[in-house]
């Protein structure tokens, strides 16, 4: 079964830095696009960033541009979310996924077929 695993996620003060990373099971995750996901308590699932193949280009919600930046390391066959400046509205559990298409698509994530089992980011004093 393929899947991806994330890791990276923990406790942070609020303006302290994490980076989560995406690695797939039995793939190559050089030919998907990426997704970055997050679901906090009593809220929807959001897209938060996602990159696209090749050299499709990345996507960001407003709420972290200029924060988190989103890259691959194919050598690594992985994926990073790297995440600056966070602030408490940035808990969640954060998601990564992968979907055979070019150019990534942010939303509800239903274009994405592969899912991770989620990281927990808290950002608390």
């Known amino acids: 079964q393929l899947q991806l695993v994330e890791s990276g996620g923990g406790l942070v003060q609020p303006g302290g830095s994490l980076r989560l990373s995406c690695a797939p099971s039995?793939?190559?995750?050089?030919?998907?696009?990426v997704g970055w996901f997050r679901q906090a308590p009593g809220k929807e699932r959001e897209g938060v960033s996602c990159?696209?193949?090749?050299?499709?280009?990345?996507s960001y919600t407003d709420s972290v541009k200029g924060r988190f930046t989103i890259s691959r390391d194919n050598a690594k066959n992985t994926v990073h979310l790297e995440m600056n400046s966070l602030e408490p509205e940035d808990t969640a559990v954060y998601y990564c996924?992968?979907?055979?298409?070019?150019?990534?698509?942010?939303?509800?994530?239903?274009?994405?077929?592969?899912w991770g089992q989620g990281t927990q980011v808290t950002v608390s004093s």
């Open positions: 039995k793939f190559n995750l050089s030919y998907y696009a």
């Open positions: 996924a992968a979907a055979w298409i070019r150019f990534c698509v942010l939303g509800d994530g239903r274009e994405y077929t592969y």
């Open positions: 990159l696209s193949v090749g050299d499709g280009g990345t």
